[in-house]
């Protein structure tokens, strides 16, 4: 009776799943039980952001990805909470980026980064490259390399997040490409400011240095300000620079995707692969260079985007199956560190060639 049960629950739970990730009804209404999901990821995200303010250094979306894996893996998850568990790792991440665009202004980044930025191109090719080179020897499945590429070229958790919809990788992949990426966030925020004391970096070349191979935003804020004020100014502009090249990647990878289909011989549409969240990010961050919104506005906006990415992470998490993982082996760790490696090698020899320390 408990099987019979529990079967007609899962069954219930994936066919509400595939409704809502549909579009839910004709009438456009979302099933009642898509909130039981959303308020426990939403729990969740509280407790990770205040432990991502006590601890910035790791995050709240690393707090909420790694604490919402620990509950399913341990308490585990009931079959009531999936289907706002995948809405919100699927639609609320995709307004998440939305409102991160209201946070940049191309126009200031461009014209303070272009210093940086054929710096920035060189490493994030070589951030793709060795993921395609590197991924294939280790054989890493190619959805796990493009995440693991993207994270490390562009900035973390952000550029994968702006991945999944595009690519659609399974949970656990997102899961597993977040962690490592975080893992080398870590590292880097320990040994970077030694390394640039050693090699007597100047600031703006430990800033440039820390900002195009450091992956995360909060890490390259952490390791650079602590080498001193002027690398820490420097490298987050050097950041936000790389973090527009989010947009010009999904482009890639919406054409590699269609093309794939296309081979494959399933039915596709270009105007069904376009990341529409993308466009919106654009028109945002547009509208945040007008400079006609109020800073008391960005500022709530700003607030509302780090939210739902870390509710939509703790969504991720609390769907990640540790099992499933830990059959993906110890290549993408491997993956990560090879790649990581190859970025910060390749900014610094950049740096030595052009004499920019």
């Known amino acids: 009776m408990v099987a019979t049960t529990l079967h007609q629950q899962t069954t219930q739970a994936s066919a509400s799943i595939k409704k809502t990730l549909e579009g839910g009804k004709a009438s456009g209404e979302l099933p009642p039980s898509i ?66 665009g209201f946070s940049l202004s191309f126009g200031q980044v461009v014209q303070a980064g272009l210093e940086s930025l054929w710096v920035t191109l060189i490493t994030i090719a070589a951030a793709f490259i060795a993921a395609a080179v590197l991924g294939r020897l280790l054989g890493v499945t190619d959805k796990l390399r493009a995440l693991i590429g993207a994270g490390t070229a562009i900035c973390g958790g952000s550029a994968i997040a702006a991945m999944v919809p595009i690519i659609k990788p399974e949970d656990h992949e997102t899961a ?135 509710l939509a992470l703790a969504a991720i998490g609390l769907s990640s199956n540790m099992r499933v993982m830990a059959k993906t082996g110890w290549q993408p760790v491997v993956l990560g560190l090879g790649v990581w490696v190859v970025v910060a090698l390749t900014s610094l020899g950049v740096q030595t060639y052009s004499g920019a320390w």
């Open 35 to 100: 909130w039981f999901g959303i308020v426990l990821a939403a729990a969740l995200a509280l407790v990770s952001m205040l432990l991502g303010g006590w601890m910035p250094t790791v995050g709240g979306p690393v707090f909420a990805i790694v604490l919402g894996i620990i509950i399913r893996n341990t308490a585990g998850v009931l079959p009531l909470f999936q289907p706002g568990l995948a809405f919100a790792s699927k639609k609320v991440l995709q307004w998440s980026i939305i409102l991160l």
């Open 176 to 310: 597993f490409a977040i962690s490592t990426i975080f893992l080398f966030n870590v590292i880097a925020v320990l040994i970077f400011p030694f390394f640039g004391h050693l090699l007597n970096m100047s600031d703006t070349g430990f800033g440039l240095w820390a900002g195009t191979a450091i992956n995360d935003t909060s890490s390259v804020v952490a390791a650079a300000f602590s080498y001193s004020n002027e690398a820490g100014e420097y490298a987050t502009i050097v950041k936000l620079t790389r973090a527009t090249f989010i947009i010009p990647i999904c482009i890639v990878y919406v054409f590699l995707e269609a093309r794939r289909q296309k081979q494959s011989g399933s039915n596709f549409s270009i105007m069904r692969l376009i990341p529409w969240f993308i466009i919106w990010f654009v028109c945002a961050s547009a509208v945040r260079s007008t400079g006609i919104l109020p800073s008391e506005v960005l500022n709530l906006l700003h607030v509302s985007a780090k939210f739902l990415m870390v």
